[in-house]
């Protein structure tokens, strides 16, 4: 009883004591840095200890400060310190909001504190907590202590998001590829593949990241084709004294290192292809198909950044960046390729190899010029050349099997597949930021161009293979010839061209009221065509006396130009040049087209707070959509040239609300309608071709032209530290009209794309913890935890049959989980970060997993394909000795984990290939083991 009157003795004087007193409140904005919040200064009430710093928003506040007249003196390294007189009245916050101004004596200092401010773990965390929509990110300090080399493993690292093993496929709440967009500084970005509508999220190197970001809830700024959320790169910036470092590193594959690699013929180590103005039929008749021999497959990577700021009178400054580098990685996969549909087509158990050599190259320059203050202008430029270089060899043990083989379809089939990949990326960007009174401009102009080619994949077909691998000279394997293109050299052209913009104007109208009106729009163009010459076995019966030199049958002396020249082989394309001949001439592209996008939205939003608690974003989009394709392609006879086109009008509102419970609290609520619209992939019926998948569009998609899509999020936020964080989120989502990939049950079980249903339902929850288990005396974290986990559930209805057009489908199910859904998603990591006086290391172990699920969906008695869950583990050791030097090791995959995809049947599950993964499944990727020396001059 003593100690309860005690308790409350004590809290009756403090609180006596602080209504007797005032408090002073505030925010301190970077004059020198666009506005930003000024974090890390000091404040300090003159002639007391009173003091305290600003955060990580720039906020501050000092409490139990007698009423009166004081001065109050703010202070940073490398800033004009500032006097200011305020008065403090009783049981009262005074708000005094400082603008701070940098001395032109000391521009370090301010490098470091505005870019941590966009790149650390703590400020994206604070960003996070005021922000008003639902967003997560991760910035560059997490990604380098993570030993994250590019955006996709960015964002697989955020809670409800997973990468899919092999591919460039993201999901987000279950939701995937044709449900996302990808923005780089908030303008669009092109797809760099045919099958896809994101660009390749592995081709951003971390070396141009400051941040990655994801909305998961609609905000009309956003374009309307909004389901699982937006991903946007922010690229690095700086400001400060000039700067350089450099870094090299190292490392091997343990599948790959003591293999005999080969790549393609022509392509060279950085990834570059040197014929791409030759005629394709020059180049095979002048080149082989071998591959070529490579040296030791060992991995390198090296770059190097520098920046310097210029600073003039009337407070202009402009600032330069510049970044490069290059990486190489050799991969070896061995499993197995089927082709399977109702029965076997194709079989190789795991008698399947892969050899894939990958390089990126990355270059990003930058120039900010701040007029003044109020005004700045940015100009960004970015260009990536990402190749893959695969060659595989399918049936090497001699019992690869095909059902339509001529000689011995049990035994004895074997195909070689030589396939390089380039695509080169240029991206500019003008951005823009301008502040009068009481308005804010905020806009960007971009113009992106893709060049993506697929130049001479090169595939050879033989039985009797087996033959190659016994001592006997006599027998030996025959060409699989049952079609011209069974042998054949491929070529495939892909040019995306696209002007977008944005412009946002913020009126502040007051603390409690901000409206915003904006435009953004962008125009896509896509060109494409393919070509194939097939080899024309004419003599059926050729002995092939040694597998690894077709080079010497496919000469120009066994060319067959005449009837009695009784030559090995002739050569065939589909579409002849007219008066030309189909063979032994060069042709005309064999599959084309030609889409156009036209997408212009005007939106407006309110950012409404009432009194400490409430922050309310109310907004409307009106959106203009228009989609024309034009198709010439071979595989439809006479409907496979056609002009199709798609207009419709979108009116969207959405909702986002955010109640904040206490200073580290947020509660929120997120409603909103929006749309999903079909790609050009998704609707031009061109097929493409692989060992043992085959994928294209489809036309009926425009019957309908969009899926309507509802969306609701409730999540719940504490901020316990600065450092740490618990969040529960609960979403649902209504997909009306659903677009699914879908396995044809035909002779040929092509993958298509159909509206499957009248609608799918997605339920879900996410958790994420951020734990510090252990903090230094200044309460930085020396071991921390963090984890998210993701559970959801899945139910689509489904036609008993889709009479189209151009295809048919039917469902045998009336019902089934969404493509691409997984029930299950875990990210988990630790953090130990100790110090021994210069000698700083940072050590961390990284777990992911994803639960099955389901890839493409099964049509008729088919069952679906399903890709397996995979765990994966990764161990990041970063060794900072002293300020300049860094020294880094990662071996990446610990687990080794089988990648597989399989058919669900009566009989049990097969191994089956996919069109999302690799040329093999059922296989392991093996360990990535990793050295980087990194120098800061």
Known sequence: MKKIILFFTLFASLTTYAQNTGSLVGKLIDLDSNNEPLIFANILIKGTIKGTTSDFDGLYSINGIEPGIHTVIYSFVGYETQEIKVEIFENKDTELNVSMKASAASLDEIVITTSTKRESETALLLEQKKAVEIKQSIGAEELSRKGVSDAAGAVAKISGVSKQEGSSNVYVRGLGDRYLNTTMNELSLPSNDVNKKNIDLNIFSSDIIENVSISKAYTTNFYGDFAAGNVNINSKDYSGNWFFDAFTATGFNTNAIDKDFVRSEGTGYFGYYGRYDHNPFAVILSHGVDPVSVDTPINFNYGASTGKSFTFKNDSKLSVFATASFGNNYEYRKGSAVDYTLTEKKAFDNNAEEYEYNTTTTAMASVNYRIDYDNSIKYNFLFINNSSDVVGYFGIDGKGRNRDAQVNTDEGFYQ?????????????????????????????????????????????????????????????????????????????????????????????????????????????????????????????????TNVNNFNSVFTLDNLNLNPEDNGVYEIKVINNIPGLSNTNRPGLPENTYEGKLDIFAGYADAEITFGEKWLILPGIRLESFQQDISFDVINLGNQGKNSLSSYKNFFLPSLNVKYTLNDNQNLRFSASQTVSIPEFKEV??????????????????????????????????????????????????????????????????????????????????????????????????????????????????????????????????????????????????????????????????????????????????????????????????????????????????????????????????????????????????????????????
Do not use: C
């Not at 033959?467 to 040019?495: G, K, M």
């Not at 962008?522 to 393919?530: I, V």
């Not at 777990?847 to 397996?868: C, H, M, P, T």
């Open 416 to 544: 070689m597949n030589v396939q390089f990949d380039q695509t080169q990326m240029y991206v500019n960007q003008l951005l823009g930021n301008h502040t009068s009174g009481k308005f804010d401009i905020d806009w960007g102009f971009g113009y992106n161009y893709v060049f993506s080619k697929q130049p001479d994949r090169k595939r050879i077909s033989l039985e009797n293979y087996q033959y190659a691998l016994d001592n006997d000279s006599d027998t030996n394997p025959i060409f699989y010839s049952n079609v011209v293109f069974d042998n054949q050299r491929y070529f495939q052209n892909i040019e995306d061209e696209e002007y977008n913009g944005r412009v946002n104007l913020a009126y502040n109208l007051n603390d409690n009221l901000k409206l915003n009106f904006g435009f953004n729009g962008r125009s896509k163009q896509r060109d494409f065509e393919n070509i194939r010459y097939g080899y024309d076995i004419v003599d059926s019966n050729y002995q092939i």
């Open 684 to 937: 031009a019926p061109f097929v493409y071709e692989d060992i043992s998948t085959k994928i294209g569009g489809n036309p009926d998609l425009l019957d309908i032209g969009y899926s309507k899509i509802f969306n609701i999020d409730l999540k719940y936020e504490w901020f316990y530290t600065k450092s740490e964080i618990i969040s529960v989120a609960l979403f649902t989502k209504q997909i009306n009209d659903p677009i699914n990939l879908v396995v044809g049950a035909d002779a040929t079980g092509t993958q298509r794309y159909f509206r499957t249903g009248d609608k799918a339902n997605v339920y879900g929850i996410e958790v994420e913890v951020r734990k510090n288990i252990l903090s230094d005396e200044e309460n930085d974290s020396k071991l921390s935890v963090g984890f998210n986990a993701t559970y959801m559930k899945t139910k689509q209805d489904l036609y008993s049959s889709i009479d189209g057009e151009y295809y048919d489908v039917s469902f045998e199910k009336s019902e089934d989980e969404l493509q691409g859904a997984s029930p299950l998603i875990l990210n988990a990591d630790i953090n130990y970060s100790p110090t021994f006086g210069n000698y700083k290391p940072v050590a961390n172990l990284i777990f992911s997993y994803f639960s099955d699920r389901i890839d493409a969906l099964g049509s008729g008695q088919l069952g679906n394909v399903i890709e397996k869950g995979v765990p994966t583990l990764d161990f990041i050791w970063k060794n900072n000795i002293g300020e300049n030097l860094e020294v880094n090791i990662s071996i990446k995959n610990l687990l080794n984990p089988t990648i597989e995809y399989f058919r669900e049947t009566t009989l049990g599950d097969i191994s089956i290939n996919s069109a999302n993964g690799k040329g093999v499944t059922d296989y392991k990727r093996g360990m990535d083991l990793g050295l980087q020396l990194k120098y800061k001059f």
